[in-house]
Each structure stands twice: as structure tokens, then as C-alpha cells.
């Protein structure tokens, strides 16, 4: 960045991951004054031109209020029709670039390997930066694979594997709430901590997602990425600086450390899938019935997962991670639940519900529930949450973690080890069910969950 020019190169540009997320992403970080100096170039297999292209890009950036950074960005961006697994057609789009280079690949995972290779053979300019998103693989080996294909091609200081939880403000707020705190930190541990949750609960259904979504199911969509993601942070040791470096090894430690609880998926894991229902007045069709969907493929759309995180601080804490869509209930929080106190004085009642910190996000919250002396009776306790409304952040999440890649500051960055350590983690997982060793349970849509579920509802 830094005022010079650079350009970024968008290979599937005509896709749902760049109308979806990349542009509404990048206008609100144009608008927030970002990104000086940005060339768009937007390629597709598409035969578009490029007042198809401006009007796509410039309907996405409607939203953004701001005039001058935005409309100039539209008013210069361009389109080339390119085949991304031809070395020519990228030789092509690479001329067409100005400044520093940062590519997003918005493809489907195959794609983005065969460009990857194409690349290969010609060379990138020098601090090229490349961005991917999520699925990062389909498994551990794909993951793998993956890495190596990007590692070929620029350091991992120059990827950028973009999770936009990373980009939460409250997310990116546990940093600020764990480490510049005195009363929280000393009281993160196994000696106080009774459990972990993090809960991702959606009234969303699959909104026309088949094509992705059917492959991925609940636990890859939103466990083993965001979720996981969540709880490095959560239960990471503190880092000296919150650079790349030092908090992404922080992060890749706690992940390692982390397994299955009791390395049992039976009793560990649950999946289900909703059943027709309703929502707000909303009639849903049973997710089977969606088109697209491959009903026998089995796809869970809520995953619950227990992990142990095995380090001195946490082992014996579990770990609770759930996420479901069609749900009644829209909990999006991480709920720390601290054990009871060791001795209660005789004659105070009304203590029994358990300290918890509750971190939402979205909305956007932080809560700590306390027992204290409320009206009535000075010797019965009530339960009150002190709560925090969070303000919006400066940059809507998606432009938060683009802000990164742009910028050539990959903290908010996936890190390839990490990512890799993510489907390590949720492999034994997904080979139970592939066996069917856990059963595929049903919930009605705009109910609260399958009956079995292994998280209490708080
Ligand atoms: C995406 C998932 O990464 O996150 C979706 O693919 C999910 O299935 C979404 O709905 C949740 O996003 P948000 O913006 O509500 O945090």
C-alpha cells in the first residue's frame, strides 16, 4: 500500500464469492479510506466487457455512501476475459497489472490448484501477494497440497488465507479483553474454568449455497474454520507483540495441543439436519428437499464438536463448538462458565447459576453474568449481566482481513500450518460419520436443535 499504485487482480471474477463477499468487502474499505492507489482487474472465463463488469462492481459498492475512493475505483476498473489455467492468459493479465500485485483467487478449489501451477511456470513480479478463501482444501491431505502449491509460488509471509471471523471486531477484541485486563487473565484456566462454548447458531438455511454448501456441511463450513479460529484466540498463552509472527505461533501452538475429546467421536460429536418447519412466518422445505442438494450425500447443517485443549492451562476444560443453520435461536457468542465458588457463606441463597463472560458476535456484545444483592431480600441473591455494547468496528469484517492482504500484514491471515492443523483436528470427526458411527439426527427448521445435543442450553 503506501500510496503507491497496486493492483488487485481478481481471477473469477464473475463468480458468487466476488459478488457475495470481495466487493461488498472492498467498498467499505474504499470507503473508510483505504486502499489509495487501487487498480480492480477482474478476469473470468466470462466473455464480459467492460461496462458489464463496472456495472456489476459498481451495484456492489452501492451500499457505501462515500463518493470520491469508491466511484474512482469504478471508474477505472476493467475486465479481461482469461482462462486462469492458461500460462498465456495469465501472462496476459499479469502484463495488465500496474504496481504491486495482490491476486484473490475466487475459484473453486481445483481451479485455484491448476492456476496455481500455471503461475508456476511463469514467475511472479517480486512481493506478489495471493489470496485465498475458505475451504482451504477439503481435507487434511487437499490442505496440504494446497500449501505447497502456494508456497511454490511466493513466501507464506505473502499469503493470505482469509477467515473474515478473524476480522470480527469482537473477535479480534478477546486479544485486547484477555491481555490488557488484570481481573480476566489470572482467572483463564482449568483451576476456574468450568467449560468453553462457542456457539454459531443461524437462521440462514442454505440460500441457494448447494453447490458449495452440499459439499461442506456444517462442520468444515463453520467448525473447523471460524469456530477453531475462535478458540485459538480464546485459549492461545499471550504473544509479547500482536504481530504476524508472534500471534500466529501462538495460535499454532494452542491448535496443536488441541484434540477430539477423549479421542471419541461417539460421544464427542453429534450431526443432524433439519427437517421442513418454519421460521418467522417463513415456510422452509426440509434441507434434503433443497435443490442442488444430493439428499443421500447425508450433509449435516449443525455440527457439535468437544475439544480437549491439552496444555497445562486447559486440559480437563472442555471445549463445546456448535454451529447450525435454520435454528429458532440466533446464538453467535463464546460463553466462558467459571466453576463455583469453593465455599459460600450459610444463609446466602440464590447463587447457584455460575459466573460466565460472554463474547457475542453478532450482535456484537460482551456480558459477564454475577450474583449480587438485587431488590428484596439482601440474603437472596439475583443473577444481573453487566453488558457492553460493542460499536460497530472501523471496517466491516471482510474489509478488515482484504485490509490485510493489501497492506502485505498477513496477522489476520490463516497461517498454512495452521490451516492444516484445523482439519487435523476435526479428521477423526469426519471419518466417524463418514462410517456412520455417529447418526445423522433431524431438528425442525426454526427449532432450537436436535434433542441429543451435546451443549446445554445457557
Ligand atoms: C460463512 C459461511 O463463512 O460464514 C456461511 O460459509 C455463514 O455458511 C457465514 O452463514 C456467517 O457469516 P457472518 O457474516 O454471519 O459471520
Known amino acids: 500500500g503506501g500510496g503507491s499504485e497496486q493492483t488487485l487482480l481478481v481471477l473469477g471474477a464473475t463468480g458468487d464469492l466476488t459478488g457475495r463477499l470481495l466487493l461488498p468487502g472492498l467498498s467499505g474499505l474504499l470507503a473508510a479510506g483505504a486502499g489509495p492507489g487501487l487498480f480492480l482487474l477482474g478476469s473470468g472465463l466470462e466473455d464480459w466487457d467492460e461496462d458489464r463488469w463496472r456495472r456489476r462492481v459498481s451495484e456492489s459498492f452501492a451500499a457505501t455512501s462515500d463518493g470520491g475512493r469508491v466511484a474512482a475505483t469504478v471508474r477505472q476498473t476493467t475486465y479481461l476475459q482469461a482462462d486462469v489455467t492458461r500460462a498465456d492468459d495469465l501472462r496476459r493479465l499479469l502484463d495488465a497489472?500496474?504496481?504491486?500485485?495482490?491476486?484473490?483467487?475466487?475459484?473453486?478449489?481445483?481451479?485455484?490448484?491448476?492456476?496455481?501451477?500455471?503461475?508456476?511456470?511463469?514467475?511472479?513480479?517480486?512481493?506478489?501477494?495471493?489470496?485465498?478463501?475458505?475451504?482451504?482444501?477439503?481435507?487434511?491431505?487437499?490442505?496440504?497440497?494446497?500449501?505447497?502449491?502456494?508456497?511454490?509460488?511466493v513466501a507464506e509471509e505473502q499469503i493470505h488465507r482469509v477467515d473474515h471471523f478473524l476480522g470480527k471486531s469482537t473477535v479480534l477484541n478477546i486479544l485486547g479483553l484477555r491481555f490488557a485486563n488484570r481481573i480476566l487473565e489470572p482467572v483463564l484456566n482449568a483451576d476456574h474454568v468450568a467449560s468453553v462454548d462457542i456457539v454459531f447458531d443461524e437462521s440462514l438455511a442454505l440460500e441457494d449455497r448447494a453447490g458449495y454448501y452440499d459439499q461442506a456441511g456444517a462442520l468444515v463450513d463453520m467448525v473447523q474454520s471460524h469456530l477453531l479460529q475462535v478458540l485459538a484466540l480464546l485459549a492461545m498463552e499471550a504473544p509479547p507483540t500482536v504481530g504476524a509472527r508472534e500471534l500466529r505461533d501462538r495460535k499454532a501452538q494452542v491448535l496443536r495441543a488441541t484434540h477430539l475429546w477423549g479421542n471419541d467421536p461417539a460421544a464427542s460429536s453429534r450431526r443432524a439436519r433439519y427437517v421442513a418447519g418454519e421460521i418467522g412466518g417463513r415456510r422452509l422445505p426440509a434441507y434434503a428437499d433443497e435443490a442442488g442438494v444430493d439428499a443421500g450425500r447425508g450433509t449435516e447443517t449443525l455440527a457439535e464438536m468437544v475439544v480437549m485443549v491439552d496444555t497445562w492451562r486447559w486440559a480437563g476444560v472442555p471445549f463445546r463448538l456448535r454451529s447450525g443453520k435454520a435454528m429458532t435461536s440466533t446464538r453467535k457468542e463464546a460463553v466462558i462458565t467459571f466453576k463455583q465458588p469453593p465455599r459460600v457463606p450459610d444463609g446466602l441463597s440464590g447463587w447457584e447459576q455460575p459466573d460466565r463472560l460472554r463474547i457475542g458476535f453478532g450482535p456484537d456484545r460482551l456480558g459477564i453474568d454475577l450474583n449480587i444483592n438485587g431488590p428484596g431480600d439482601p440474603f437472596v441473591l439475583d443473577p444481573v449481566t453487566l453488558d457492553a455494547d460493542f460499536g460497530p468496528g472501523a471496517l466491516p469484517p471482510y474489509g478488515e482481513v482484504l485490509k490485510g492482504a493489501l497492506d502485505g500484514d498477513p496477522t489476520l491471515s490463516v497461517r498454512g500450518d495452521t490451516a492444516e492443523e484445523c482439519w487435523r483436528i476435526v479428521e477423526p470427526v469426519l471419518a466417524a460419520w463418514r462410517a456412520d458411527v455417529v447418526p445423522l439426527g433431524e431438528y425442525a427448521a426454526g427449532s432450537s436443535g436436535p434433542q441429543d445435543s451435546l451443549l446445554p442450553g445457557i
Not at 114 to 135: D, F, I, N, Q, Y
Request: aromatic share 6%; proline share 7%.
Open 97 to 153: 497489472c500496474r504496481g504491486d500485485v495482490v491476486i484473490f483467487f475466487a475459484l473453486p478449489p481445483a481451479v485455484t490448484a491448476k492456476a496455481c501451477r500455471a503461475l508456476g511456470s511463469l514467475g511472479l513480479p517480486e512481493g506478489t501477494r495471493l489470496v485465498v478463501e475458505k475451504p482451504f482444501g477439503v481435507d487434511r491431505a487437499s490442505a496440504v497440497q494446497l500449501n505447497q502449491d502456494l508456497a511454490g509460488l
